[in-house]
C-alpha cells in the first residue's frame, strides 16, 4: 500500500502562472482534504472532498482556489495567478469514511515556492 | 468545533517516558479524540484516537479522563525521533480535523 501520494514534492512558479497540485489518496479510501500551511505556522483546513462532490470547502480562499476529485484519478488542488502569499506546503490526506472513528493519512505535501 | 488546549513545548530525555496532556473541556458525546504528529519538513502522522476507554498502539497509549475533559498522549520511551509537534485533535461528524498550534516535545539525548 503505497499511501497517500502527493506530486510534485517541490514545486516552483512564477507569480501570475498557475499550480496544480495532484493527491492519490490510499486504496479504498474516498474522502480527500486539502491543508495549507504556511512558514511557521499551523496546518490550516481548505477543503473536503468525495468522489465528483466538494462537501466543505470552508477553508478555501473564495478566489484563485479550486479543487476536484473526480471519478477517476488523482484529486486537484489548483491555484490560478499565483502570488507571493501562496508559498507554503499543502497537504493532503485521506479516509475510508467520514466517521470519526477513522484516522486520517497524510501524504509528504507538496511545497510551492511562487517566485 | 470544539477546542483543545495543549502545552506549547515540552522537554523529555530519552528514554524515559513522556506524558502529553491535553483540556477539551467542552468536548461533546460523539467527539473522538484523535492524536496526530508533525516531524519537521514532514506531513502530519495519525498516532492514536479514543472515545471513551483508554487506547493502546505500538506507537503510544492514550489516556482518557472519565469526565472526557481531558486526556493524555503517553510515549513510554522517548527516542530522538519522536521530537516533533504533537496535535490533540476532536474529530466530529463534519469530516474535517481543525488543527491548533500542538506542543512543541524536545528529546534530550
Known amino acids: 500500500n503505497a499511501g497517500v501520494m502527493q506530486n510534485p514534492r517541490h514545486l516552483v512558479r512564477r507569480r501570475g502562472q498557475e499550480a496544480r497540485l495532484r493527491c492519490s489518496p490510499m486504496?479504498?479510501?474516498?474522502?480527500v482534504y486539502w491543508y495549507r500551511q504556511l512558514p511557521e505556522e499551523g496546518l490550516k483546513f481548505m477543503v473536503y472532498l468525495q468522489k465528483e462532490n466538494i462537501i466543505d470547502e470552508s477553508g478555501m480562499p473564495k478566489e484563485r482556489f479550486s479543487a476536484e476529485f473526480p471519478k477517476e484519478g488523482p484529486s486537484i488542488l489548483r491555484i490560478q495567478q499565483v502570488v507571493r502569499g501562496d508559498s507554503a506546503a499543502y497537504f493532503c490526506a485521506s479516509s475510508p469514511s467520514d466517521t470519526p472513528n477513522y484516522g486520517y493519512t497524510f501524504g509528504s505535501g507538496t511545497r510551492l515556492t511562487v517566485v | 468545533d470544539a477546542k483543545t488546549t495543549q502545552p506549547n513545548s515540552m522537554e523529555s530525555n530519552e528514554e524515559e517516558p513522556v506524558h502529553l496532556p491535553c483540556n477539551h473541556s467542552t468536548i461533546s458525546g460523539t467527539d473522538y479524540i484523535h492524536w496526530y504528529r508533525q516531524l519537521p519538513s514532514q506531513g502530519p502522522e495519525y498516532v492514536i484516537h479514543?472515545?471513551?476507554s483508554n487506547v493502546n498502539n505500538r506507537m503510544a497509549s492514550l489516556a482518557i479522563a472519565e469526565d472526557r475533559k481531558s486526556s493524555t498522549l503517553i510515549l513510554h520511551r522517548a527516542t530522538l525521533r519522536d521530537a516533533a509537534v504533537y496535535y490533540c485533535?476532536?474529530?466530529?461528524?463534519?469530516?474535517?480535523?481543525?488543527f491548533g498550534q500542538g506542543t512543541t516535545l524536545q528529546v534530550k539525548p
Open positions: 486504496k479504498g479510501h474516498s474522502h
Open positions: 479514543g472515545l471513551t
Open positions: 485533535i476532536l474529530n466530529s461528524n463534519t469530516g474535517k480535523l481543525i
